[in-house]
């Protein structure tokens, strides 16, 4: 296994048996994620980007084929392990944000941290420093309903950077909210990505893409069509 | 680290606010009925046993047949007299015969007039102890009992001295029963039974002089040395005033009660009505099991996006649940709290005016600590399990399925 793949999907597929009918959401893909790369994945609706995005983060399981997760393939893995790893290697932006309503904005962006059992003066620091680089050391005591969608979703990258993951999954980052609050967060997962963090993110917006990732994923009825690089601000075809 | 979870807990249910007092509101709807019902399910039994609690074993009655029918005198029937007790007194292993006189009599005091039950306090000692014996050696609870000397005086049961007239009776006072004058020497604690509390008890002498009451008497109580023999006392006594009276098997005008007859009777009684309390007591556990159930159920069940999001950010499938366990075991403690709490006041509260519309203490309820501390324990076991199953069932879910929720 070579690990320089954070994250590899090997022929994956993925079923959904409804009735008699199988939807074919993901069929035999494939795909690496670099360490330190910046990977949109782009399609349209129902192209099975969001579904190829929860099996990156391990949130859901394949029907076929593996995938692996620091070179372990996650099959293997118990329960408790998965979410010990998954939470300390993986920060999920969600487009609904997923804040929990009845924590503050500091709490939510602690609770990772409690289940990492780090101590809770440890995690309280972390947080307030968190929550001051996304600019919202006046909202820490704030819950989710007293937040903006764009506050909201600031909340979310603090929360998602808390155990200071490796990995980071967006799944439409940006797609509740306006243009220019959408590019404040593009362009924060761009200095993250800087500092030597791997981002993902599914979108399909492609000027979004153009812009700010480095390898895109185009998908298209469960299957990917190409895989683009950018080499020397250049797009070049891989597949 | 577990303290932790319990800050975050208690953390959300304070800030769920009302969610959380709806649920608790679920879980004390329930606690208090179980509470109320089977505490005054267990008023019920107590002033139905209370009723019948002066039968005892080792006496026994002898009555006129016809007595209790009709107005006295509408039928020819043979009144029991000294001469009877003589033929009764024959027969052996008996202890003591206390000859009774039961009237209705009239009372009147502060211009108003009533009607209650008079009783004769018989002459002799060691009948005297019978008799009170009989209202289970009651005390007084103003003024004093009656002696065997005292002349023109009178004791009165609790319902006569303080609920059957507009004003109290009080010791000291002075009634008229039947138009002649009566001083009250003492006033009966209240008592279970209904009829204790109708009482007026005078001396023989004066209630024979009063009414004027010749050699009769109303029934006769026959205490047995040894209530292994009851019933062949019984036997014995009916044998005797049948040759006495020269009157054939079956064809008695007279009858002797033993408590087997009385009491086999009665435990039917008791036993349905045990039946009953048990029945209650068993419904409303299951209701308000419930109702505890489906509230916790569903709050847990609404959360389970909650749930997703803690798996997508690292947490176990423990950890969910040591979050659940806490959330739903504080608020079924709470509901059961408040819950007993409502309860006793509710069946306090229902006792309360059950005893002022009969004027007198019938339906008793007890603090009863078991069933206190019981039914908060249920609350928290049954709000724990049911909170306990739905978020097991929703850690079990992969992340990306609870989060779809
Ligand atoms: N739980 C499910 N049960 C059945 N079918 C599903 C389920 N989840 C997704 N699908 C199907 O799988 C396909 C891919 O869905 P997916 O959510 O990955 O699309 P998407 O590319 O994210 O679309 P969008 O841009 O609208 O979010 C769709 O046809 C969808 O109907
Ligand atoms: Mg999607």
């Known amino acids: 296994m070579e690990t320089n793949n954070v994250i590899e999907l090997k022929n994956v597929a993925k079923y959904y048996e409804m009735g008699d009918d199988t939807v074919r959401a993901l069929d035999d893909v494939n795909i690496e994620i670099k360490r330190g790369d910046f990977v949109a994945i782009m399609g349209p609706s129902g192209s099975g980007k969001s579904t190829s995005m929860n ?12 995938i692996y997760l620091d070179g372990h393939d996650i099959e293997y893995l118990e329960e408790s392990e998965l979410a010990q790893i998954r939470g300390k290697k993986i920060g999920f932006i969600f487009q609904q944000f997923n804040l929990i309503p009845n924590l503050t904005a500091k709490e939510n962006v602690m609770l990772p941290m409690l289940f990492q059992e780090k101590d809770g003066a440890e995690r309280e620091i972390r947080a307030e420093e968190l929550l001051k680089l996304v600019e919202l050391e006046g909202r820490m005591n704030h819950y989710p309903n007293q937040l ?9 990258i603090a929360r998602a950077l808390a155990n200071d993951p490796e990995v980071i999954l967006a799944d439409e980052p940006t797609g509740n909210l306006d243009t220019h609050t959408g590019e404040v967060v ?10 030597g963090k791997t981002i993902i993110i599914v979108t399909h917006n492609p000027e979004l893409a ?29 597949r | ?17 009302i969610r959380s007092w709806l649920t608790i509101l679920g879980v004390f709807i329930g606690i208090a009925a179980v509470v109320a019902l089977i505490t005054l399910g267990n008023g019920l039994r107590d002033a139905v046993t209370g009723q019948f609690s002066s039968l005892s074993a080792d006496k026994l009655v002898i009555l006129n047949a016809e007595t209790g029918m009709g107005p006295p005198g509408s039928t020819a029937i043979t009144k029991l007299n000294e001469h009877d007790i003589e033929v009764i007194n ?14 209705i009599t009239k009372i009147e005091f502060n211009k108003e007039t009533e009607f209650s039950y008079s009783v004769n306090l018989p002459e002799d000692k060691n009948k005297v102890e019978v008799f009170w014996g009989a209202l289970n050696n009651i005390k007084t609870e103003s003024g004093r009992l009656l002696k065997t000397e005292d002349r023109n005086k009178i004791v009165l049961g609790f319902g006569v001295a303080k609920n059957l007239f507009d004003k109290e009776i009080e010791a000291g006072d002075n009634v008229l029963i039947n138009g002649k004058n009566f001083e009250v020497a003492g006033a009966l604690e209240k008592s279970g039974s209904i009829q204790t509390n109708h009482l007026i008890i005078m001396n023989e002498k004066d209630m024979k002089e009063l009414m004027n009451i010749g050699d009769e008497w109303d029934m006769i109580v026959v205490q047995v040395s040894d209530s292994k023999y009851t019933e062949t006392v019984a036997e014995k006594i009916k044998e005797e005033l049948r040759k006495d009276r020269k009157e054939d098997i079956g064809k008695e005008d007279f009858s002797v009660q033993t408590p087997l007859q009385s009491i086999s009777g009665v435990n039917v009684i008791l036993d349905i009505v045990n039946l009953i309390v048990a029945g209650i007591a068993a419904i409303s556990l299951i209701i308000g099991g419930m109702g505890i159930a489906n509230t916790m159920y569903t709050s847990v069940l609404e959360r389970t996006k909650e749930i997703g999001i803690m798996k997508s950010i690292g947490a176990k499938n423990k950890e969910i649940l040591y979050i659940f366990i806490i959330e739903s075991g504080l608020l079924g403690l709470i509901g059961g709290i408040i819950g007993a709490v409502l309860g006793i006041g509710l069946a306090f509260g229902i006792s309360g005016i059950v005893n002022l519309a009969f004027g007198s203490e019938i339906l008793k309820v007890t603090l009863e600590y078991h069933l206190i501390l019981g039914s908060i324990a249920f609350a928290f076991v049954i709000g724990l399990l049911s909170g306990l199953m739905p978020s097991f069932q929703a850690s079990k879910l992969k992340p990306v399925d609870a989060l779809r929720k």
């Open chain 2, 1 to 17: 680290m577990k303290k932790d979870y319990f800050v975050l807990a208690l953390g959300n249910l304070k800030h769920r606010g």
């Open chain 1, 210 to 238: 153009k812009e700010h990732a480095k390898t895109i994923y185009s998908v298209r009825d469960g299957k990917i069509e190409s895989v683009e690089k950018r080499v020397n601000g250049k797009w070049i075809k891989h």
């Open chain 2, 90 to 103: 024959k027969v052996k292993g008996i202890e003591e015969i206390v000859p009774r006189l039961i009237r």
């Open chain 1, 186 to 195: 593009m362009k924060f997962l761009n200095k993250l990505n800087e500092e």
């Open chain 1, 148 to 156: 903006s969608g764009g506050q909201q979703q600031r909340v979310a």
């Open chain 1, 55 to 66: 099996l990156i983060g391990s949130l859901d399981l394949a029907t076929k084929g593996n």
